[in-house]
């Protein structure tokens, strides 16, 4: 971390005024300063002062309608983000953080202008959004966002890794100030919200997740996030502060949003076969995920659940597939058969080959596994593809046609 008071005397010796020293200068006085739209405080950092809105929700507080707060084990959020093994005692050591910049694209010439931040204390949820009146207070913003995360284990954002924290670590970089981000755990909740709702939403983006999932519904006063860089670029113009509200409350609901998600998905997690699921399309997107945890007693019961629900025609049988394939690596061959026996039924062609291989290469019975293949071709015939993809599977088909009768013939059998 940079040692501040050191650095305040070095600047000094050079004569470089800091603080309550160094007077804030405009062009143009605003008639409606930060300060007068958003109810908040400046905060003394050694390179000036930054403006900082703050509000605490209490403990139960409810975010649409899911809690705010996790009580759930946080064990497999943990596994899934290759973090340390941290626990609801360490939560308080959480950060959750998103930003408002001056673009959307990154870059050494974007910036954030505003950064909200949020964790839990004893009082509750501690929400701190940092705002800047113009880019010279960026220092101050930087040095007010680390004090604020002093102590933290770990950072929840949403497509942070992608955006949020590189940005930030390039503007402290650029600042000649340490980050304090090295070093600590990332919990990015956007590849888990796609791996989890992918099949269920159209979207993914946090604004439907926490609509979809949470319940939330923003008000009046939201702004959407691509006119956000805009309307900074406008006030920096005006110095007029009142349409930064709506960037406030915008903020705000994304930082209670990252909380709702992380308690939500700790719950999904550790209870995966909670009465609460309703969808079967969210079974699914468990199952698949626990199987990609190696979790396989978790994944074998969600997906038996997945296909006793409702799910579209097409989820359906890309499920028994899924699900066959993962019984065949498990060596269960019985509960492997029994799906490929329906898919056949149905004339998917990939149930014939496994069926094919099966008879082939465990039971040693050539003519049968000739028969399935015999049958994968008439089954082609019947269905409509691409040109390409016929001509693919008609070409491995006859392969293993002739393959298995050119056994047949030096066996002799008939």
């Known amino acids: 971390m940079t040692d501040w008071q050191s650095l305040s005397d070095q600047l000094k010796a050079l004569g470089v005024k ?28 050694i390179f000036g002062q930054v403006f900082c809105h703050e509000e605490i929700y209490q403990w139960d507080y409810q975010h649409g309608s899911k809690p705010l707060s996790p009580s759930d084990s946080i064990t497999t959020l943990c596994q899934w983000a290759n973090a340390n093994p941290l626990s609801l005692d360490d939560l308080e050591n959480f ?22 931040v949020g964790r839990f204390t004893n009082e ?27 102590g933290m284990k770990a950072v929840v954002t949403y497509n942070g890794k992608s955006f949020d924290i590189p940005l930030l ?59 956000i860089p805009e309307m900074y670029f406008e006030y920096l113009k005006t110095m007029d502060a009142r349409p930064m509200a709506g960037i406030f409350y915008h903020n705000a609901i994304d930082i209670l ?24 399309e969210d079974l699914v997107s468990l199952a698949r995920f626990f199987e990609s945890m190696d979790d396989l ?38 509960g492997a058969i029994r799906l490929w026996q329906m898919a056949a039924e149905k004339n998917h062609l990939y149930a014939f080959v496994e069926l094919a291989k099966y008879f082939e ?25 691409p040109v390409y993809i016929y001509h693919q599977w008609r070409e491995e088909l006859e392969h293993r046609l002739n393959r298995l009768q050119r056994k047949i013939a030096q066996s002799g059998e008939k």
């Open 297 to 334: 007693p978790q994944a074998e019961t969600l997906y038996q659940n997945a296909l006793k629900s409702k799910l579209p025609d097409d989820l359906y049988w890309d499920t028994v597939e899924r699900f066959s394939f993962f019984l065949k690596r498990k060596g269960d061959w019985e």
């Open 169 to 227: 670590n390039t503007r402290y970089t650029l600042m000649g100030m340490s980050s304090p981000f090295s070093g600590i755990d990332h919990f990015d909740l956007l590849p888990l919200a796609r791996r989890l709702w992918r099949i269920r939403l159209e979207s993914r983006t946090l604004g439907n997740v926490e609509n979809q999932i949470l319940g939330v519904n923003r008000g009046e006063e939201e702004v959407p996030g691509y006119l």
């Open 257 to 280: 949003s990252l909380a709702g998600l992380f308690s939500h998905m700790a719950f999904l997690l550790n209870d995966p076969h909670s009465k609460q699921i309703h969808h079967g």
């Open 361 to 385: 290469h465990q039971t040693r019975d050539i003519l049968e596994a000739e028969q399935l293949t015999q049958k994968a071709i008439a089954a082609l015939e019947k269905q409509i593809l």
């Open 18 to 45: 800091l603080g309550k020293d160094q007077t804030l200068k405009n062009a143009r006085p605003s008639k409606y300063p930060i300060e007068k739209v958003i109810e908040g405080r400046f905060w003394d950092m």
């Open 95 to 116: 950060i959750f953080l998103d930003t408002e910049t001056s673009g959307l694209a990154g870059g050494t010439g974007t910036y954030a202008f505003e950064v909200g």
């Open 124 to 150: 509750g949820f501690r929400l701190a959004q940092f705002f800047m009146r113009h880019p010279g207070e960026e220092p101050a913003l930087l040095a007010g966002l680390t004090q604020f995360m002093d």
